[in-house]
Every structure is written in structure tokens, then in C-alpha cells.
């Protein structure tokens, strides 16, 4: 630590931010517990100071669901971190003002000249809107330096945008919360079960068009729901669900009814001619008892001596035999 800097600030905090197993920054620790002495994290420091709070006397923590400062609320989840509502991406979201410009207007302030003097005041003019009454964070943004990561609507995010993403969530009480683990494992079981009694209730192409409706709802009222409520679903585990859930019951439909066809051809390939056979197999239901109407023609015929010529044979030669005929 630089004594000149500790020596002049009002408080500090830890910068420490947590990462996903993509890589990717979603949420930092507002409190972190070292050798016995908790620190806060630096935005957090400064909301404190700002609304009054003393720390150690004002701040009490729920673990797994909120921090309370003073009359104030702030989601955490159960590793104490608060997820960070991404205002927008670097150039779409607050207000940025080029170091540049701030060593520009020091040269103007240590000018003599009344030229310079002129260019202060109307760069005073342009610059004051900016910061009058505004909290204003200083950190690198430079290309090549280190302080970037991925956050989830950009791959190259400045991280001093943390703080402001954090000050501005707690300061307009746009927080994001997420669900328990055991309602992401309903939502899961639902989808699929949903999905499920569709497919096996509906023909193939009638179930997988109102399948991918039940996923389409489910994935506009997630969005929904975290738009307007800031209430995180899972939407990957459902989909996943439903979709296997699909798959394994046309899958077993299938299997059900070849072997259904397979049965019905061995049964009755025997007895009735090819083209009906195909007839049934297409459609089933061509089997029911009460039968149809049709005007037909039938022909009557006896094989003479057929009585004592089975008594005479064996039966695999009567069936040859009879085969032979009814073919004919």
C-alpha cells in the first residue's frame, strides 16, 4: 500500500470479483471474511459512507438471502455475493470523461496566461453537466491493460464498470435475484412432464409442434420474468428436460408400435391377402369388430376328398397343400 494514499483516504475495501466456470463476471462479494476481520467490497464502502452507515453497528447479514443496511435490502446468495444487473454494455451505459481531459483542465488551472484562462472557463462550462452532483469512479480503460473481463453482454468489459453497475442496482433497487436450486429441479420435472403427456397423447407432428410451444412459452416467460422482476430461472435444465423428455417418449411410441405392426403381420399374414395387410398396418383401427359394408363378390368352393385326404397326411402337407389352393 502507498502510505501518501492511506494516509489521505476516507475508507477502503476489497476489489475481489467472482467469475463463472465460463469465465464469465456475473456477481461479486459485497462482504469477504479475512483472519478473523470482514472486509467490504469498495462500492459497497462507498454506499455506506454515503447513506451514514457505520459497518460494524448498521449492517446485518441473512445468509443466503440479504444484506440489511439500515432500512435498506440487498439479495445476496448463499456465498454472500450480489449479482450484478448489467446496466448495458462500456459505451452504452453512464458517463464517460477521458483522463485526458481532466490533466487538460490542471494545465488550464495552472496557467497564468488569460488566454488559457478563457479555454478554462468555457472547458468548465462543457465539463461541470458531467460531474456536478454525480459519483464519479476512476480506473483504467485503456487497450492493453489487464483490468477486463467478460461480463454477459460484452467479452471485453472494463472492470472498474463493476462499481458503477453495483452502486447503481442498489441506488435505483434494480437487483437480480435467483431462484433455489430445488425450484430450478420443479421447473426441470414440470417441462418435462408437460412435454411428456404431449407427445404421447398427440399424433407425432401435432405433439411436436405444441412441444415447442411449451418451450417457447416457458423461454418468453423467463425472459419476462427477469426483465421485469429481475427474477433469474433456469432456462437451459428445462429446455434440456423437455427435450429429452420428447425424444425418449416418441422413441418408445415407435418401439411400441413396430412391434405392434411386426405382431399383426406374423398373426394375420396367413389369413388375409398382402394389400390388406398394408391396409391394417397403416391403419389399425381398420380392425374393429363391427366391420363395414361393402358390395363384394364371393365365390364358394370345395376340394373333393379333402376330408380323408387330411386324415391321411400330415398337417404340414394339408397346410401346403391348402395354401397352394388358396392361392390359386
Known amino acids: 500500500a502507498i502510505p501518501e494514499f492511506l494516509d489521505a483516504m476516507k475508507a477502503s475495501g476489497h476489489l475481489n470479483a467472482v467469475t463463472d466456470n465460463d ?10 471474511r479475512f483472519k478473523d476481520r470482514v472486509y467490504p467490497h469498495l462500492a459497497f464502502r462507498y454506499i455506506c459512507d454515503m447513506w451514514g452507515i457505520d459497518i460494524g453497528k448498521d449492517v446485518r447479514i441473512e445468509p443466503g438471502k440479504k444484506i440489511i443496511v439500515g432500512s435498506r435490502q440487498i439479495p445476496i446468495d448463499e456465498n454472500g455475493c450480489m449479482l450484478l444487473n448489467w446496466a448495458g454494455t462500456w459505451q452504452d451505459s453512464f458517463g464517460h470523461i477521458s483522463a485526458s481531459k481532466v490533466h487538460f483542465l490542471w494545465e488550464l488551472e495552472h496557467s497564468a496566461s488569460h488566454e488559457d484562462a478563457q479555454k478554462k472557463e468555457a472547458f468548465m462550462s462543457m465539463l461541470e453537466p458531467q460531474v456536478k452532483d454525480k459519483i464519479c469512479i476512476i480506473g483504467l480503460t485503456a487497450a492493453g491493460t489487464q483490468d477486463f473481463k467478460p461480463i454477459p453482454l460484452e467479452s471485453n468489459y472494463p472492470a472498474v464498470g463493476t462499481y458503477g453497475t453495483i452502486l447503481n442496482s442498489v441506488l435505483e433497487g434494480t437487483f437480480l435475484s435467483r431462484v433455489s436450486s430445488g425450484t430450478n429441479y420443479a421447473l426441470i420435472f414440470l417441462c418435462a412432464i408437460a412435454i411428456a403427456l404431449v407427445a404421447s397423447a398427440l399424433p407425432v407432428g401435432i405433439s411436436f409442434v405444441c412441444g415447442v410451444g411449451v418451450l417457447v412459452f416457458y423461454g418468453i416467460f423467463s425472459f419476462i420474468l427477469f426483465g421485469r422482476h429481475g427474477i433469474w430461472i433456469d432456462v437451459i435444465g428445462p429446455f434440456a428436460g423437455g427435450i429429452l423428455s420428447y425424444v425418449s417418449v ?46 363384394l363378390t364371393f365365390l364358394f368352393s370345395d376340394i373333393r376328398g379333402f376330408t380323408s385326404y387330411s386324415e391321411k397326411h400330415r398337417p404340414e402337407e394339408v397346410v401346403s397343400i391348402l395354401n397352394e389352393y388358396l392361392n390359386e
Open 23 to 32: 469465465g464469465t463476471l456475473r456477481k461479486v462479494p459485497l462482504l469477504v
Open 250 to 295: 416418441i422413441s418408445y411410441r415407435f418401439s411400441v408400435e413396430a412391434k405392434e405392426k411386426r405382431w399383426v403381420k406374423k398373426a394375420f399374414s396367413h389369413y388375409i391377402s398382402k394389400d390388406i395387410m398394408e391396409e391394417i398396418l397403416k391403419d389399425p383401427s381398420k380392425l374393429s369388430l363391427g366391420g363395414q359394408s361393402r358390395e
